[in-house]
């Protein structure tokens, strides 16, 4: 009983540490090192450039352009304003007034370009998410860098554009008007769709990512949140930034970082001061030091490359990548390993046949059943909620707590269905079938989608757990988790940024991938008595979160409250 506690607690810290491991837990205050970034003191910057609306030709707009010239000109900088006509690629006719400003380098060929925009959505929003929060990260990235008295050796382009909202209008003045843009050799751009979450790492480029993957790498961010499944959707997706104009327009590659969550608050009055997440600001400041300092150093006229990597995010290891030649003959390594073990377990006659093939069922079941039923729940709850139609991407107030409802419902779908068949003898042939599943959803990936390819390190864990059942008849239920915990530590996180990302009608999503990885979990759960209890107690969890849900089913007063970081540096 205590070593199945153990194993438990084991893998809820790691799905726990998979989530933890993704921000900042500690927000810089005014007494941070002047060489280092500070969030306090970027809030101060914030406050002030997001008192009001100010979309583009607002006499507000006006007045937050000019405090940004003044905190560049504080900085020893002498920007400057470009002002032009530009129309977008929607048609879109601005007349754009950019900010300007350089640091010259001591041995430049390519400059290094820092991004954001100044202007607001137009309407209600008053822009400190997007991208407010973008602008007051370079103000006090750049504050941080120079106070180091060094200088770069590539010239140094910030860049603060205008007309963003209407149609990169800004982007695409500078891009298309301006002599710097030939200097340009590589992109930091900083953006927002939501107020809080983790910041995405996103790649721009028009060829392939390996150069700029090894020099991330290199930089080594403390909190890298990035893979190349969301490289590969992202590329597929219409969204566009600023960067999308350098990309297109003039072959230069860059990197997003954009936060996604609380996507009710984008483009609307809710964009605020007091509802931006302080530990979203600190991880925007987590990218850009020490990007700032190596691609200030780096050679930027040698990052283009034709072949793309494959990588991942993964607490302790932070950014993990491999090449895209590595794909298949990983997946044919899983494919030997496992064709050995399942000889391996016959002869040792630790993998029966019938049970084998009854483990397909629960798995499979468990799948379908999952995945069916976030479709079918959530239409349902869209009808009785027509409003939630009516919501920024289809992502509610009271979203997160539609995705842990479904995730517990998803949960006690797979203990019910698995109930039956699930004995400690029998472990190992329950195992078969979810690897079986995995490999061959890992070769439809390296066709389809080799973004999506690093799902087969989880399988190699699988492998190991399953020579682990076969070769010994007590395995130790402590290891057992410890083989699971890469699993969760690697998968976990896409529960959540799916909906997120996607919006809620993709629950279903979310509901298979729970499902998917409940398998990979038999070697724990398998040795575990009363499994009906425990999916009766996961679809009682998952009732209560949706019952929630519904008590919170509009914006209230006090949803409109700032969270308890909001005031952590009084005004």
């Not at 006719?93 to 390519?110: F, V």
């Not at 590659?253 to 809710?270: L, M, Q, R, S």
């Not at 409003?387 to 517990?408: C, P, Q, S, V, W």
Request: proline share 5%; net charge neutral; aromatic share 14%.
């Amino acid at each position: 009983m205590f070593k199945k506690a153990i194993a438990l607690i084991l893998l809820i810290v790691a799905v726990y540490w998979s989530f933890s491991a993704l921000l900042p837990s500690k927000i810089s205050d005014f007494d941070t090192d002047k060489t280092e970034f500070s969030t306090a003191r970027a809030l101060v910057h914030l406050e002030n450039i997001s008192k009001k609306p100010h979309p583009l030709g607002a006499e507000a707009q006006t007045e937050v352009r000019h405090y940004i010239l003044e905190a560049l000109k504080a900085l020893g900088l002498e920007p400057f304003v470009q002002e032009g006509y530009s129309i977008s690629r929607w048609g879109n006719l601005a007349k754009p007034k950019n900010i300007l400003a350089r640091i010259p380098g001591s041995d430049s060929s390519k400059a290094l370009l820092l991004l954001s925009h100044y202007d607001s959505a137009p309407h209600a929003s008053f822009g400190a998410s997007d991208a407010g929060s973008g602008v007051v990260t370079i103000l006090e990235g750049l504050r941080a860098f120079l106070s180091e008295n060094k200088t770069p050796k590539n010239d140094i382009i910030v860049l603060i554009t205008d007309a963003e909202e209407l149609g990169l209008n800004g982007a695409d003045l500078f891009v298309n008007a301006h002599p710097w843009a030939k200097d340009v050799g590589l992109v930091l751009n900083f953006e927002a769709r939501g107020s809080g979450g983790p910041s995405y790492m996103l790649i721009e480029t028009n060829g392939g990512n390996a150069n700029l993957m090894k020099a991330y790498v290199e930089a080594n961010p403390q909190f890298p949140v990035g893979n190349s499944l969301a490289y590969s959707i992202y590329k597929m997706l219409p969204n566009d930034t600023d960067l999308t104009r350098f990309r297109e327009d003039k072959d230069i590659d860059g990197f997003n970082f954009a936060f996604i969550d609380d996507h009710f608050d984008y483009h609307t009055e809710n964009d605020t001061y007091e509802r931006l997440d302080r530990s979203t600001l600190q991880h925007q400041g987590s990218y850009l030091m020490p990007l700032l300092h190596h691609f200030s150093q780096a050679d930027l006229s040698n990052i283009k490359s034709d072949e793309d990597y494959v990588y991942f995010n993964m607490p302790i290891f932070k950014t993990v990548i491999y090449a895209y030649t590595w794909i298949w003959p990983m997946l044919m390594l899983a494919l030997i390993i496992f064709g050995g073990l399942i000889f391996l377990g016959f002869s040792k006659r630790r993998l029966h046949k019938r049970d084998v093939l009854s483990g397909c069922v629960p798995f499979i079941g468990g799948a379908v059943g999952s995945a069916v039923f976030g479709y079918v729940i959530w239409g349902l709850i869209s009808w009785i909620y027509p409003e939630y139609g009516e919501m920024l991407h289809r992502f509610t107030y009271n979203g997160h707590i539609y995705i842990f409802a479904f995730m517990f419902f998803s949960l006690g779908i797979c203990f019910m269905l698995y109930a039956r068949c699930f004995k400690p003898e029998n472990t190992a042939s329950l195992l078969v079938a979810p690897i079986a599943v995995w490999i061959f959803l890992c070769a439809l990936i390296a066709v389809f989608i080799k973004g999506a390819s690093f799902f087969i390190i989880p399988v190699f864990f699988a492998l190991l757990a399953l020579f682990v059942l076969i070769t010994s008849r007590k395995p130790s239920l402590i290891v057992m988790a410890i083989l699971c915990s890469p699993l969760l530590l690697i998968m976990s996180p896409f529960i959540k940024m799916f909906p997120v990302g996607l919006g809620l009608p993709k629950l279903y999503i979310s509901c298979l991938l729970v499902a998917l990885m409940f398998g990979f979990l038999v070697p724990v759960f398998g040795f575990f008595r009363h499994k009906k209890r425990w999916g009766t107690l996961m679809l009682f969890i998952g009732f209560a979160m949706l019952t929630y849900a519904h008590s919170k089913a509009s914006f209230t007063e006090e949803q409109q409250k700032p969270n308890s970081l909001v005031y952590v540096f009084g005004r």
